[in-house]
């Protein structure tokens, strides 16, 4: 309500200022006229295209322009809270309608999405972005107080947090007694807030052969790291902070071939040695993965878990879980779709769920193709002569015997070879069940380094297969030179070998084939082999370890 000013003889009438928000078609007139605000390139606008409504739907898009690059934009501009939540359906809805109309590809079509507000678009916006196929866009219009467009800024998507399970570091450290471990986690607690990685999570593990004097360091803390600080200490800083780089070479280097930045392997690696402080000289570290930790609390595994002590993030999450076991869980990345592992269950006589957990094993098990195609047969057995039958999955292909030596040998070998459990209960009772059962032929060779070397001449070339995905495969190499097996055996009535033959010569279609076992008093181990291999064993693993660093 204007207000009357007496000045004077004057009567002044001043109007409080407010900002004037256009309306949708003003501010789409706006937009068009300036599309260089949104982006370079962008012409040939029309408004309020029409789209057929040959399908029951219809609609007209507010902009659609073309890129420099020829592809059909579809604009959609906003200008308030309510309207937002309609904004993602309707580009949706506009390029489906637009590519079924015009034939449009996936990538000859995008979306941009302009709107004033952005409070109930940031997260659907940021879902949509990293699970559709086609180019989707954001951009937040700036008007001035009287609702002239001035200005556009990108809407980034909101950061995944902690996209892999809920965690982006794994280290583990083992130690020699339950006291040291407590130590050493109160120290690591400390640091963790000093370096502004608050948001950790602890899991106590403790080995069966704990307490037996059998094995040297049976107590294991897995500390699993959350996002650090936007602060976080450049390395020129480590010694500001008192974080000196660690002598153990396991923590020097980093096996484990992932996708990370060298950004991103540097953040994470600084992580891990400013964390090592205060530590227990006597234990020992290495960088983890979320492979590393299902392995460790699969059935077959020898550490238990005694407690889980989440913090900061984690804490507060835990309190969002029924127990305990869906931390876990999230830690292990279960819940996601993982190439490099695989651990589910489903029953056939649910076809979407089977379906899914279907191509969760075929997945998994890239790379290790007879495992591969004998799990899809005998799944597909099963699921015919047990239906309705529950099938758990616990698979770890890993198919790298040279990795497993290094990051094991020698007491630890086990925790990095290949590991395949698959088990089909009907009625609480296990009617089969599938397992990997390495062998050795029982040749004794007197020049493993040099039967190695012939695979991978170099630990370059070793490091290399690991990059470019092909240590599988050559891996199967290294196993016949060491006249070592892989193969899987069937547990039910009785104990048999499983093989697949090809029907018709076509390498697509194959059929399971059940073969007697070998006298498993004839039968010789991967344990065994490494007992009589020892000492080669170790200058093998010396030999590709002091050349690497």
């Known amino acids: 309500m204007a207000r009357r000013v007496d000045v004077g003889v004057l009567r002044v009438y001043t109007v409080p200022v407010t900002n004037v928000v256009p309306s949708e078609a003003n501010l789409r007139d706006q937009l068009v006229a300036r599309l260089d605000l949104i982006e370079y390139g962008l012409h040939d606008p029309t408004t309020e295209y029409h789209l057929p409504n040959d399908h029951g739907t219809r609609g007209r898009v507010d902009i659609l322009a073309r890129d420099r690059h ?84 990108r809407e980034q998507p909101l950061r995944q947090l902690h996209q892999y399970g809920m965690a982006y570091g794994h280290v583990l450290f083992l130690f020699r007694t339950t006291e040291a471990r407590e130590v050493g986690w109160q120290n690591l607690v400390h640091r963790a807030d000093e370096v502004g990685a608050s948001d950790v999570i602890g899991v106590r593990l403790d080995h069966d052969l704990a307490g037996s004097g059998r094995l040297a360091r049976s107590y294991m803390l897995y500390l699993v790291i959350g996002d650090a600080d936007p602060d976080y200490p450049h390395p020129e800083q480590f010694r500001a902070l008192g974080g000196l780089a660690p ?229 199967m190499a290294l196993l016949e030179a060491f006249h070592l097996s892989w193969p899987l055996v069937e547990e039910n009535v009785e104990t048999r070998l499983l093989t697949v033959e090809k029907i018709a010569g076509s390498a697509r279609h194959v059929r399971l084939v059940r073969n007697p076992m070998p006298d498993p008093n004839s039968m010789l181990t991967i344990w065994d082999f490494f007992s009589e291999h020892t000492e080669q064993l170790s200058a093998l693993v010396q030999h590709y370890t002091s050349e690497i660093q």
């Open 70 to 153: 020829g592809r059909r934009v579809v604009i959609e501009v906003k200008r308030s809270k309510k309207a937002t939540r309609e904004a993602l359906h309707e580009v949706c809805k506009y390029m489906e309608l637009l590519s079924r109309a015009e034939g449009y590809t996936a990538d000859r079509i995008r979306a941009i999405i302009a709107s004033t507000v952005w409070d109930e678009l940031s997260v659907p916006f940021s879902e949509a972005v990293r699970r559709s196929e086609q180019r989707l866009d954001g951009y937040r219009l700036i008007c001035d107080e009287f609702g002239q467009l001035i200005d556009a800024q």
């Open 247 to 475: 002598s153990r070479t396991d923590i020097q280097i980093d096996w484990d071939v992932d996708k990370r930045t060298i950004e991103e392997r540097l953040r994470d690696n600084i992580r891990a040695w400013l964390m090592l402080a205060g530590i227990d000289s006597e234990a020992s570290a290495e960088l983890a993965s979320r492979e590393m930790f299902a392995r460790l609390v699969s059935p077959q595994s020898d550490w238990k878990i005694t407690r889980v002590l989440p913090r900061g993030i984690f804490g507060n999450r835990i309190e969002s879980f029924s127990d305990e076991s869906d931390l876990i869980a999230e830690i292990a990345g279960w819940n996601l779709r993982n190439s490099s592992h695989f651990i589910g269950s489903a029953s056939s006589n649910d076809a979407t769920k089977w379906r899914a957990y279907r191509t969760g094993v075929d997945e998994a098990l890239r790379g290790m193709e007879p495992w591969r195609r004998i799990i899809a047969a005998w799944l597909g057995s099963v699921g015919e002569e047990l239906p309705g039958a529950d099938i758990e999955s616990h698979i770890f292909p890993s198919g790298d015997l040279l990795y497993a030596l290094i990051r094991g040998w020698p007491l630890d070998v086990d925790r990095h070879l290949p590991s395949l459990y698959v088990t089909a209960i009907q009625n609480n009772t296990e009617c089969a069940r599938v397992g990997c059962v390495p062998l050795w032929d029982g040749t004794v060779f007197p020049d493993l380094i040099q039967r190695a070397s012939a695979i991978y001449p170099t630990p370059a070339d070793w490091l290399q297969s690991r990059l470019t995905g092909t240590v599988e495969q050559v891996n």
